[in-house]
């Protein structure tokens, strides 16, 4: 019978709240209990999980999307290709069908519609994945090229390779926010962690989160970064919520030194380590079907 790795997204309403933090920790601590990790940085946008792996990065893979390209001969100028886009990637200008290839999501409806067939598309890269290891963790990172407006094509290729049979566990490190690019990260996962902190904006944004991860239909569980930071709203709103908070982790000043050398905060706080461990094995049974997460209300 074949393995399918289990897939945890770690995700945040806001940036900032140490999501990446607790995603690489997490990978090392499942890396040294001989677990076989994979860690992914689907934040293509601004992807910084390899300040703290620093893995030896041993490929690139381009990343191409599909974009139209007019045969302007072909072409008798109907609109319909510029009628079914709904992203106006497509407009007529003059005598001629422009393309405005940063606006095309790729369906390929324009290829379909056109009764000339004067629709062709051709591949245009968007970024770049780098994978590599260090740690034992097998590191992989999306990075969009610069100037680029959509993220979701490069998330949508590491997902395909999240959760392959040859790993015990992949740990999505999912961009901040709820927009698509962190829809994209989430959807499809077994559970996800959303990280926040006990401040009002925390708040906000965790509220926004759990409703993002929700419409997904995927269970979730919550840790709060600098939890001693005095305000309990976060834990009140959660426990209203039915939603768990499975760690807390306390604002010390050695762990804002470490981040800001971009190293890991497991050497400094051994008991961090157990605690992830313990965390992991709680949604490895939970993923398994000893509990659902009321995340799903």
């Given at each position: 019978?074949?393995?399918?790795?289990?897939?945890?997204?770690?995700?945040?309403?806001?940036?900032?709240?140490?999501?990446?933090?607790?995603?690489?920790?997490?990978?090392?601590?499942?890396?040294?209990?001989?677990?076989?990790?994979?860690?992914?940085?689907?934040?293509?946008?601004?992807?910084?999980?390899?300040?703290?792996?620093?893995?030896?990065v041993q490929r690139s893979i381009p990343v191409s999307v599909m974009v139209p390209e007019i045969d302007q001969e072909k072409c008798n100028l109907c609109g319909l290709c510029t009628e079914i886009c709904e992203?106006?990637?497509?407009?007529?200008?003059?005598?001629?069908?422009?393309?405005?290839?940063?606006?095309?999501?790729?369906?390929g409806a324009c290829v379909h519609v056109c009764p000339e067939s004067a629709v062709t598309e051709t591949a245009r890269r968007v970024g770049t994945i780098n994978q590599g290891r260090n740690m034992g963790v097998?590191?992989?990172?999306?990075?969009?090229?610069?100037?680029?407006?959509?993220?979701?094509?490069?998330?949508?290729?590491?997902?395909?390779?999240?959760?392959?049979?040859?790993?015990?566990?992949?740990?999505?490190?999912?961009?901040?926010?709820?927009?698509?690019?962190?829809?994209?990260?989430?959807?499809?996962?077994?559970?996800?962690?959303?990280?926040?902190?006990?401040?009002?904006?925390?708040?906000?944004?965790?509220?926004?989160?759990?409703?993002?991860?929700?419409?997904?239909?995927?269970?979730?569980?919550?840790?709060?970064?600098?939890?001693?930071?005095?305000?309990?709203?976060?834990?009140?709103?959660?426990?209203?919520?039915?939603?768990?908070?499975?760690?807390?982790?306390?604002?010390?000043?050695?762990?804002?030194?470490?981040?800001?050398?971009?190293?890991?905060?497991?050497?400094?706080?051994?008991?961090?380590?157990?605690?992830?461990?313990?965390?992991?094995?709680?949604?490895?049974?939970?993923?398994?079907?000893?509990?659902?997460?009321?995340?799903?209300?």
């Amino acid at each position: 019978m074949s393995h399918r790795g289990q897939v945890i997204a770690v995700a945040s309403g806001k940036g900032g709240t140490g999501k990446t933090t607790v995603a690489t920790n997490l990978a090392v601590a499942l890396s040294k209990q001989g677990k076989t990790v994979q860690y992914l940085d689907c934040d293509v946008e601004e992807p910084n999980g390899h300040i703290f792996l620093k893995p030896d990065v041993q490929r690139s893979i381009p990343v191409s999307v599909m974009v139209p390209e007019i045969d302007q001969e072909k072409c008798n100028l109907c609109g319909l290709c510029t009628e079914i886009c709904e992203f106006n990637a497509l407009a007529i200008l003059g005598d001629s069908v422009s393309v405005f290839p940063s606006l095309c999501h790729g369906c390929g409806a324009c290829v379909h519609v056109c009764p000339e067939s004067a629709v062709t598309e051709t591949a245009r890269r968007v970024g770049t994945i780098n994978q590599g290891r260090n740690m034992g963790v097998e590191f992989l990172e999306g990075r969009l090229n610069v100037g680029e407006a959509m993220a979701p094509p490069i998330t949508r290729v590491l997902r395909q390779m999240a959760g392959r049979e040859e790993s015990d566990l992949s740990i999505l490190d999912a961009p901040p926010g709820t927009s698509c690019p962190a829809v994209e990260a989430v959807r499809g996962s077994d559970f996800t962690l959303l990280v926040t902190e006990p401040t009002p904006f925390g708040l906000n944004d965790l509220r926004l989160a759990i409703k993002m991860v929700r419409k997904t239909g995927v269970p979730c569980a919550v840790v709060i970064n600098r939890s001693d930071g005095g305000n309990r709203a976060t834990e009140s709103f959660c426990e209203s919520e039915g939603v768990d908070i499975l760690l807390k982790i306390p604002f010390d000043r050695g762990i804002a030194e470490r981040y800001s050398r971009g190293q890991l905060i497991l050497d400094l706080m051994p008991l961090l380590e157990y605690e992830l461990i313990e965390m992991y094995n709680l949604i490895s049974r939970r993923i398994n079907g000893f509990r659902t997460s009321s995340c799903q209300r």
